[in-house]
């Protein structure tokens, strides 16, 4: 499997060597980092890495999320915590069809200190949670061993079908359109535009889309605005028409 581990602005050198060595353990190879704090090849990384220094070495470093993503098809965020306007964490066992069935899935974990914001969740089209006793905190690389343990290694019935879905660059310009013609239309404002855009978000994330459906959809959304567009021509000529009437009628 494809499968990709993206680290978002890790801390410390040690943690990413120790999450590069858990992730050859459950052989994943494809090590992505978002804007992080240190030199992912200080001799602490290396060190703590082991067998894994090639991973390392060759690990690629993004500056935002939805670059690491762009060509991801599915992504999933990791959290410990229900946040308010998206879905709760799911089990990584309920998840693992889905990523299994996927051509170029992601796997995502956040900051050391405060796990990934709502922002980063809202980029990944499902969140997990690795099950614990009563002391929930897991250290980066425990995390990744586990979570990737359950994508990679653990026992499953083999998906029904396999489909190409959307890369999230794909789905990330479609939203931004979707948020550009829901402002034009009114059919949101500025206060409300955030969470009216989530609630799209995980409605449409859930249908899987094609590359081919999500330019459908735009196509949609490209005719509401031309509509848009030429109602708006049609009312400034009528109006030009009626005023020059007016003036006709004055100059009689």
């Not at 190879?29 to 992912?40: F, G, K, N, Q, S």
């Not at 449409?204 to 949609?220: H, T």
Request: proline share 5%.
């Amino acid at each position: 499997m494809n499968l990709a581990v993206v680290l978002v602005s890790p801390k410390t050198p040690g943690n990413i060597g120790s999450a590069a060595r858990a992730m050859l353990n459950m052989g994943a190879r494809d090590l992505r980092l978002v804007a992080p704090r240190c030199d992912h090849l200080d001799s602490q990384a290396v060190a703590m890495a082991v067998h894994a220094e090639g991973l390392l070495r060759e690990a690629r470093v993004y500056p935002t999320l939805r670059d690491a993503l762009a060509d991801r098809d599915v992504s999933v965020g990791t959290s410990a915590r229900i946040r308010a306007d998206l879905s709760p964490p799911r089990h990584p066992a309920q998840v693992r069809p889905l990523v299994r069935a996927a051509s170029a899935p992601a796997l995502v974990f956040g900051p050391e200190e405060t796990g990934l914001v709502n922002s980063d969740l809202e980029q990944c089209q499902v969140t997990v949670r690795v099950p614990t006793g009563d002391y929930a905190s897991l250290n980066l690389a425990q995390a990744v061993l586990l979570v990737c343990y359950e994508f990679l290694q653990a026992e499953d019935e083999t998906p029904e079908y396999h489909r190409k879905t959307a890369t999230r660059e794909e789905m990330e310009a479609m939203y931004g359109h979707l948020h550009g013609t829901m402002r034009l239309i009114g059919y949101t404002d500025a206060v409300r535009a955030r969470h009216t855009l989530r609630l799209w978000r995980a409605l449409l994330d859930r249908s899987l889309m094609s590359s081919a459906e999500s330019r459908l959809f735009r196509g949609l959304l490209r005719q509401v605005e031309w509509k848009v567009g030429d109602a708006a021509r049609r009312g400034t000529a009528e109006s030009r028409g009626a005023a020059g009437e007016a003036d006709g009628a004055t100059g009689d």
